[in-house]
């Protein structure tokens, strides 16, 4: 079973009517067996953990109300899966030699050990939590932790609960975007938004890194300065090179790489930094 699937169960739970991926460049969004994607104007949205993401907030609005078909009235919101950007949340790995079987003590745990590394107080802040196997000798646990501060969520939500929508499943693009990418092996995926690089290391299937930066004028120097770190410690962690790089945004591979290199592919279309977690979550559908 995929990551993707098994983290969010989807396929124990009905699915929305609509799903939507919000970027800097726009919305795609899919509903009713139609996709597409509706740009914003420059500025509208800036990504950010810390700060208000929506700076041009009726450009954000009417952009949904152009993609968005008519309710016939009816006062009943429509259910809609919400994918952020990366830089919007936190996604943190944790380790643990075991992990406590009660929810509210796995809350607590996870809560305690993220809130030193995120840039906002875990008080006032969502937390969600999967667990996967560490896969190792050791039998560890490693869990997956996406976390968003209150405000910037609700500013989001809002958005869309203002044209009739009720978001239910929220989620990070690069995590739904790891639906598109199920070959064995070890691979390393670099998904270049705007300015902003996400690099996920995958161990058949299971993630095992994952980083989020902002990147100046991403030359091949500045990705290498970013990958061949990322390259060097998967290495020490797994004992077994990289296998693949995978990308997503990047006008060409860097230089100086010396693995196989693809593009980030899906069945329903061609994959770009704005679609890439929709199309992923359209494929767990």
Partial sequence: MSLWRSITRFAQEPAPSFVFEI????????????????AFPPGTLLTSPVEDNL???NEAADAIERISPANGGGKKRRSAALILPDH????????????PSSPE????????????TIPFDIESASVSYWVQPAGNSKKN????????????LARYEALFRGAGFQPGEVTASSLAALELYREPGVAVIAKLAGSILSVMALDDGQLR????????????????????????YVEDELG????????????????????????LRSRLGPVNPSNAGLLGYMEAM
């Fill in 209 to 232: 890194l994952f980083r989020c930066l902002p990147v100046e004028d991403s030359s091949d120097g500045e990705i290498l300065s970013v990958l061949q770190p990322t390259f060097a």
């Fill in 141 to 152: 646990v490693d869990v997956i932790v996406v976390t968003v501060a209150f405000e910037i």
């Fill in 55 to 57: 700076r041009m907030p």
């Fill in 105 to 116: 003590e796995r809350q607590a745990l996870v809560r305690f050990r993220v809130k030193k």
């Fill in 23 to 38: 970027s800097e460049a726009g919305i795609a969004y899919a509903a009713g067996g139609r996709c597409g994607f509706e």
């Fill in 240 to 263: 077994r090179s990289v296998g693949k790089l995978v990308t997503c945004g990047l006008e060409r591979a860097p230089a100086g790489l010396k693995v196989p290199v693809e593009l």
């Fill in 88 to 99: 919007a949340v936190r996604i943190s790995l944790l380790d643990f030699d075991s992990f």
